[in-house]
């Protein structure tokens, strides 16, 4: 009796002690595309989690915390590569539930973030508030329990970039040291922090009232093709279960295969213009984004996404030979859904599937129409696909 007593008692302080300690360091994730390492994402909870559920536990004190390695990275790049992946890892209810938080947190960020930047966001388990700070500078408050996980399953979701990425966030504390050291290592100057606090200043109330207003009665979604609306991630097959599916071999090439809309012949090479300055240009040409064209913008990503799978084959010898690998390729489409371009933003150990990956996008094309929301002649978009075995 006086153990059981004992350990009840050493649980109670423990409890105790977790309450009032900073959550602790979980995971730590490395983002590249193109071989370019872009950011570091941290994960920190009061609760060691090495699952997906886990980590989810709405009642447990966690933060998400970003440092950005690349020299210089566009904001609105990172948060476009963050909504679309919180619209494949997430069901449409929630989607529609925080589409008002998710606009005013995807308009937080503008113009460039730089190498040792710090972009956190701490979630209260007991208040339930998320608050969200670039390089210790508040940036805005926002009630409600729900919104923090929506964020957090686009890393550790069912479609996060890649298997690897997720299994480094639900490491319950096993992190790299290399990567830790270097993660420690990123910090901003005094005068970067100096620059964000004076662009990040807040506006005076009126405009605040403004943009508050202007969120509160931004029109809603209307899509003719869903009238219901559409069931999103809960739909969406996890690409390694829907290529194993039993699928008859390709037909031979005895047959011409399925192009994409002609393109005209590209005109001659120009001057190349470095990256930064067009995401510059970009950045100043996008408007702020709208309860309307987020909604639309999260809902065309799952249905793409759930059109691409469809397609996925999971090469024959790769399995026999038990390779798996994550494959993320960056996919330009015109209005009408023809692919104009596929590039590889991340591959696997395998040409196979990299191959495959590739395949699967060129197959599932022409895509559904890009919708009138977005008025775009061009849409690009991401697709992180996973080849992974059955137990």
């Given at each position: 009796?006086?153990?059981?007593?004992?350990?009840?008692?050493?649980?109670?302080?423990?409890?105790?002690?977790?309450?009032?300690?900073?959550?602790?360091?979980?995971?730590?994730?490395?983002?590249?595309?193109?071989?370019?390492?872009?950011?570091?994402?941290?994960?920190?909870?009061?609760?060691?989690?090495?699952?997906?559920?886990?980590?989810?536990?709405?009642?447990?004190?966690?933060?998400?915390?970003?440092?950005?390695?690349?020299?210089?990275?566009?904001?609105?790049?990172?948060?476009?590569?963050?909504?679309?992946?919180?619209?494949?890892?997430?069901?449409?209810?929630?989607?529609?539930?925080?589409?008002?938080?998710?606009?005013?947190?995807?308009?937080?960020?503008?113009?460039?973030?730089?190498?040792?930047?710090?972009?956190?966001?701490?979630?209260?388990?007991?208040?339930?508030?998320?608050?969200?700070?670039?390089?210790?500078?508040?940036?805005?408050?926002?009630?409600?329990?729900?919104?923090?996980?929506?964020?957090l399953r686009a890393w550790v979701g069912p479609i996060p970039p890649s298997t690897d990425f997720r299994e480094a966030?639900?490491?319950?504390?096993?992190?790299?040291?290399?990567?830790?050291?270097?993660?420690?290592?990123?910090?901003?100057?005094?005068?970067?922090?100096?620059?964000?606090?004076?662009?990040?200043?807040?506006?005076?109330?009126?405009?605040?009232?403004?943009?508050?207003?202007?969120?509160?009665?931004?029109?809603?979604?209307?899509?003719?093709?869903?009238?219901?609306?559409?069931?999103?991630?809960?739909?969406?097959?996890?690409?390694?279960?829907?290529?194993?599916?039993?699928?008859?071999?390709?037909?031979?090439?005895?047959?011409?295969?399925?192009?994409?809309e002609p393109q005209p012949a590209a005109p001659p090479p120009e001057e190349a213009t470095p990256e930064s300055e067009?995401?510059?240009?970009?950045?100043?040409?996008?408007?702020?984004?709208?309860?309307?064209?987020?909604?639309?913008?999260?809902?065309?990503?799952?249905?793409?996404?759930?059109?691409?799978?469809?397609?996925?084959?999971?090469?024959?010898?790769?399995?026999?030979?038990?390779?798996?690998?994550?494959?993320?390729?960056?996919?330009?489409?015109?209005?009408?859904?023809?692919?104009?371009?596929?590039?590889?933003?991340?591959?696997?150990?395998?040409?196979?599937?990299?191959?495959?990956?590739?395949?699967?996008?060129?197959?599932?094309?022409?895509?559904?129409?890009?919708?009138?929301?977005?008025?775009?002649?061009?849409?690009?978009?991401?697709?992180?696909?996973?080849?992974?075995?059955?137990?």
């Open positions: 009796m006086k153990t059981i007593k004992y350990v009840i008692a050493l649980m109670v302080f423990a409890t105790a002690l977790s309450a009032q300690a900073e959550p602790l360091l979980n995971g730590l994730a490395l983002e590249q595309q193109f071989n370019k390492d872009r950011y570091i994402v941290a994960v920190y909870s009061d609760v060691p989690a090495n699952t997906t559920s886990l980590l989810l536990d709405n009642n447990t004190n966690r933060r998400i915390e970003v440092r950005i390695v690349a020299d210089s990275l566009s904001s609105r790049s990172l948060r476009n590569q963050w909504v679309e992946s919180i619209a494949i890892n997430n069901p449409g209810d929630t989607l529609s539930n925080q589409a008002e938080n998710m606009v005013a947190f995807a308009n937080l960020l503008k113009g460039r973030l730089y190498q040792g930047d710090q972009l956190s966001v701490d979630f209260s388990g007991e208040s339930g508030v998320t608050t969200i700070a670039l390089d210790g500078v508040a940036l805005r408050s926002i009630d409600s329990r729900n919104f923090f996980n929506t964020l966030l639900l490491a319950a504390g096993e992190v790299s040291g290399s990567l830790l050291d270097r993660y420690e290592l990123l910090a901003p100057s005094e005068g970067r922090i100096e620059e964000v606090r004076t662009s990040y200043a807040a506006p005076p109330e009126s405009e605040q009232a403004a943009s508050q207003e202007s969120v509160a009665t931004a029109p809603a979604v209307t899509t003719t093709a869903a009238p219901a609306g559409p069931e999103l991630a809960a739909e969406i097959p996890p690409p390694s279960l829907a290529s194993l599916q039993p699928t008859p071999s390709p037909a031979p090439n005895n047959a011409p295969p399925q192009r994409s067009i995401e510059a240009v970009e950045e100043e040409e996008e408007a702020p984004i709208t309860v309307d064209t987020l909604l639309a913008r999260q809902v065309y990503q799952a249905v793409l996404a759930r059109h691409t799978f469809k397609h996925i084959r999971y090469p024959k010898r790769a399995q026999e030979r038990g390779q798996e690998g994550s494959v993320r390729l960056k996919v330009i489409i015109n209005s009408r859904g023809y692919v104009t371009e596929v590039q590889t933003m991340q591959e696997s150990r395998f040409g196979s599937l990299n191959r495959a990956a590739v395949a699967a996008v060129e197959t599932a094309a022409p895509y559904p129409a890009v919708p009138p929301q977005l008025a775009q002649d061009t849409y690009e978009f991401t697709l992180p696909i996973t080849f992974r075995l059955p137990d």
